[in-house]
């Protein structure tokens, strides 16, 4: 069965970072595009940062470009997010997510609806 497992979550103090991993079992990762979304206490979830199944194609939503990078180890099966700068409104659930879809664009596809399959996520917080 397919499996996602975030990991790499933690306490940062302001200006550090983090680096995320998605580790994914149960299928071969080349033909999956990944998203990481995130979910702050009292907000509706939001997307972060998605990159395509070949690693060609990359999104970053607005609050989150020049700080963070999005990369992948086909090999390893693993989808990296490495985040820098963080703030104390970087605090969130972050979850990592999988489609189907290989060699597609993700620009118009970084939402969570087009995402099937689900990690449990992992705790950031970022607090002096």
């Known amino acids: 069965q397919l499996q996602l497992e975030e990991s790499g979550g933690g306490l940062v103090q302001p200006g550090g970072s983090l680096r995320l991993s998605c580790l994914v079992s149960?299928?071969?990762?080349?033909?999956?595009?990944i998203a990481w979304f995130r979910r702050a206490p009292g907000k509706e979830r939001e997307g972060v940062s998605c990159i395509s199944s070949d690693g060609d194609d990359t999104f970053f939503g607005d609050s989150f470009k020049g700080r963070f990078t999005i990369s992948r180890d086909n090999a390893k099966n693993t989808v990296y997010l490495q985040m820098n700068s963080l703030k104390p409104e970087d605090t969130a659930v972050y979850f990592c997510a999988a489609e189907f879809a290989p060699a597609v664009s993700v620009q118009a596809r970084c939402t969570a609806h087009e995402y099937d399959y689900w990690g449990q996520g992992t705790q950031v917080a970022v607090s002096s």
């Open positions: 149960g299928f071969s990762l080349d033909y999956y595009a």
